[in-house]
């Protein structure tokens, strides 16, 4: 079974600040996801990583896949209120199917 | 292009009763994932179909639920006999073949009391 971890689970910060949220397993994963999520919606996607070592930026969202592809992190800078959400990253195993695999999620509150 | 589309968005059914939910996919995916989301967790895998077959359940997926995909383009997720365990999320979401990205729905929020 392929587990996705997910840190911190909780990150309240002023707005301005930078933070970092990681997504680490024991597995390799064939492509990583991040997803972000408003309350009563469903996931966003951000981004899809799939290159060891890749970074990708999205304005000022920086992902990276680790090199042996079984980490990656979100790295903000000079978050906004407009940030605010779950943040999820989700793991693609490899297999004919490309069901997903979740980490439990990072609640971010961003303050004015 | 229209995203992932599902119906209904809320549902409210008393313990006992059976509930049908619906999700359009984007329309040139031919891959269409179930997902269920509690409360402070991220979603987890369902059932998966290609075209309009049923590739794979995940033991989370007991007898009482049931997803079919007829014409390998909408789906349908049945719950019978609704138990408060029940309660969740229901996540839709479609992707190419040839493609990682999957695209969620909006979701059903399924309360059973």
Redesign the interface.
Known sequence: TQL?E?SPQFLSIQEGENLTVYCNSSSVF??L?W?RQEP??????LV?V?TGGEVKKLKRLTFQFGDARKDSSLHITAAQPGDTGLY?C?G?GGTS?????????TILTVHP | DTG?S?DPRHKITKRGQNVTFRCDPISEHN?L?W?RQTL??????LT?F?NEAQ??KSRLLSDRFSAERPKGSFSTLEIQRTEQGDSAMY?C?S?H?DR????????T?LTVT
């Open positions: 996705l997910q064939s492509s996801q997803y009563g919606e469903g996931p966003v996607l899809t799939v999820l989700a693609d199917y490309g069901k997903l695999t979740f980490g439990q999620g | 992932v599902q891959r994932y997902y402070g967790q991220g979603p987890e895998f998966y290609q590739l794979e996540l979401a992707s073949e990682y990205e999957q695209y969620f729905g909006p979701g929020r």
